[in-house]
């Protein structure tokens, strides 16, 4: 099974600065990785998949990067709705696994 | 618009069996495969099983397997989650979410979710 590790845990940016959360998996992935958006009481909404590709009508502020082991979610000017957790997702290998969330809060 | 809608959960004894359903509307329900993502009380997200879109393939995670069964019904719309033998471990908000592409194969790339089921395992 492969490890996904979140780093930071918890990220506290103040609103309209960027914020960049990372995603290391344990075994290289390619550039199957997404990442997703949950607020509080609502399921995961796709926001990123192939490390880069913004999912349907995610704003360009939100970007992604990398390959293989190390990825990065970027998050430019942020919005009072963009504080939430967000959850990095591999889909190279059976089974699918995620990382452990890092709760962006506001600063 | 795509709608999953999951229903069925509830406070079951350990041990007991439960069984959660996805209803969906808004697309082409044989095109898709269906996954399972379950959610414990204030933890993250855990992959725990998907379906074909034609239901001929099924995978699981390991801490479920032998005891949740996923399948689904494409008459109507609907996927539907097995569990067996429940465990205090297995208490979470149950989503069905549906993968991206219209293969009816798997990407793996979960773009639509449901607002989720919560499913208590507790004597």
């Known amino acids: 099974e492969i490890v996904m590790t979140q780093s930071p845990a918890t990220l506290s940016v103040s609103p309209g600065e960027r914020a960049t959360l990372s995603c290391r998996t344990s075994?290289?992935?390619?550039?199957?990785l997404a990442w997703y958006q949950q607020t509080v009481g609502h399921g995961p909404r796709l926001l990123i998949y192939g490390a880069s590709t913004r999912a349907t009508g995610i704003p360009a502020r939100f970007s992604g990067s990398g390959s293989g082991t190390e990825f990065t979610l970027t998050i430019d000017s942020l919005q009072s709705e963009d504080f939430a957790v967000y959850y990095c997702q591999q889909y190279n290998n059976w089974p699918y696994t995620f990382g452990q969330g890092t709760k962006l809060e506001i600063k | 618009e795509v709608q999953l809608l999951e229903s069925g959960g509830g406070l079951v004894q350990p041990g007991g069996s439960l069984r959660v359903s996805c209803a969906a509307s808004?697309?082409?329900?044989?095109?898709?495969?269906i996954n399972w993502v379950r959610q414990a009380p204030g933890k993250g997200l855990e992959w725990v099983s998907a379906?074909?879109?034609?239901?001929?393939?099924?995978y699981y995670a390991d801490s479920v397997k032998g005891r949740f069964t996923i399948s689904r019904d494409n008459s109507k719309n609907t996927v539907f989650l097995q569990m067996n033998s429940l465990r205090a471990e297995d208490t979470a908000v149950y989503y069905c979410a549906r993968d991206l592409y219209a293969s009816g194969s798997y990407y793996g790339v979960l773009d639509y979710w449901g607002q989720g089921n919560l499913v208590t395992v507790s004597s």
């Open positions: 075994q290289r992935v390619g550039s199957n």
């Open positions: 808004g697309f082409t329900f044989s095109s898709y495969a």
């Open positions: 379906i074909s879109g034609g239901g001929t393939s099924v």
